[in-house]
Nanobody, 115 residues
């Protein structure tokens, strides 16, 4: 069982930066592919970025060059550095852990990009 807790959301102006963090409890963090998803009202949850241990990061086209995913297996954390934020980045961001048939979600953190 893995529990995920996100932090770092908030209100930021267009063009600004924000860093999200996700802390995981439970064993075997390094086994999981960690990812960030986001969801806006009325739309499906979409993958933002994903990173497995020893793998290359995978990004949605809409965030390439602006967002950076990172993980620290020793601390069981995954981060999402978001830069050059746009209004369309406004969403609830969810941390996700996946390994074989096991998938876990955090409770989500709101990111609002607005002037």
């Amino acid at each position: 069982q893995v529990q995920l807790v996100e932090s770092g959301g908030g209100l930021v102006q267009p063009g600004g930066s924000l860093r999200l963090s996700c802390s995981a409890s439970g064993s075997g963090f390094w086994l999981y592919t960690m990812a960030w998803y986001r969801q806006t009202q009325g739309k499906q949850r979409e993958l933002v970025a994903a990173l497995s241990t020893g793998g290359a990061p995978d990004y949605a086209e809409s965030v390439k060059g602006r967002f950076t995913i990172s993980r620290d297996n020793a601390k069981s954390t995954v981060g999402l550095q978001m830069s050059s934020l746009k209004a369309e980045d406004t969403a609830v961001y969810y941390c996700n852990a996946k390994h074989v048939f096991q998938t876990y979600w955090g409770q989500g953190t709101q990111v609002t990009v607005s002037s």
